[in-house]
């Protein structure tokens, strides 16, 4: 398994640009996660999905959009790029029965 | 809602006991969970307490205690590697296993 897998690593973006970074997990996960973490802080969930077809918003979604329809596979869309965006941002999934999040290696992006 | 502090930064030398707590504000929550993250890395999962007292496994252990909205990670025979960052984390009520992480504290083991 290669547990959960996020494209692309680093990205630099220019302010009002868009992008969709790409997360997919091959566990058979029903839960799926996008959080982003700021440099020093704790992570702060934007959105999640309990299944495909299915998202809802998390604490900080404002900026973002994301779509579920594979099991597999959690797109997070940034439309117009902000500075205040900057930020590593994480994916995470778990099975319904389980406390245990599974994260994926994070994309550093920075917008200027 | 939900609200987690922890220390910024603990240090301890390689051997020893290191305690880091967590104290938090919240309504309600399901489980208090630990992650340990090293810089440049993604978090992983350490431990998860449903219920108040001590959940042991191997070097680490963790605590947790509703009555007086805390908890802690206890880590024993510091090792160099586990210099790293750990948080926290509820899992409030409602839907989806979503986790609210507390600020994390940066853990500095030296020789």
């Known amino acids: 398994n290669a547990g959960v897998t996020q494209t692309p690593k680093f990205r630099i973006l220019k302010i009002g640009q868009s992008m969709t970074l790409q997360c997919t997990q091959d566990m058979n996960h029903n839960y799926m996660y996008w959080y982003r973490q700021d440099p020093g802080m704790g992570l702060k969930l934007i959105y999640y999905?309990?299944?495909?077809?299915?998202?809802d918003k998390g604490e900080v979604p404002n900026g973002y959009n994301v779509s579920r329809s594979t099991t597999e596979d959690f797109p997070l869309r940034l439309e117009l790029a902000a500075p205040s965006q900057t930020s590593v941002y994480f994916c995470?999934?778990?099975?319904?029965?389980?406390?245990?999040?599974?994260f994926g290696p994070g994309t550093r992006l920075t917008v200027l | 809602g939900q609200s987690l502090e922890q220390p910024s930064e603990v240090t301890a030398v390689e051997g020893a006991i290191v305690q880091i707590n967590c104290t938090y504000q919240t309504s309600g929550f399901y489980g208090l969970s630990w992650y340990q993250q090293h810089d440049g890395g993604a978090p992983t999962f350490l431990s998860y307490?449903?219920?108040?007292g001590l959940e042991e496994t191997g070097r680490f252990s963790s605590f947790l205690s509703r009555s007086d909205s805390y908890g802690y990670l206890l880590l024993q025979e510091l090792q160099m590697k586990d210099s790293a960052s750990y948080f926290c984390?509820?899992?409030?009520?409602?839907?989806?296993?979503?986790?609210?992480f507390g600020t994390g504290t940066q853990l500095k083991v030296e020789l």
């Open positions: 307490n449903a219920l108040d």
């Open positions: 995470a999934s778990n099975s319904g029965g389980s406390n245990e999040q599974f």
């Open positions: 999905s309990v299944g495909a077809g299915i998202t």
């Open positions: 984390a509820v899992r409030p009520p409602g839907g989806g296993n979503k986790l609210t």
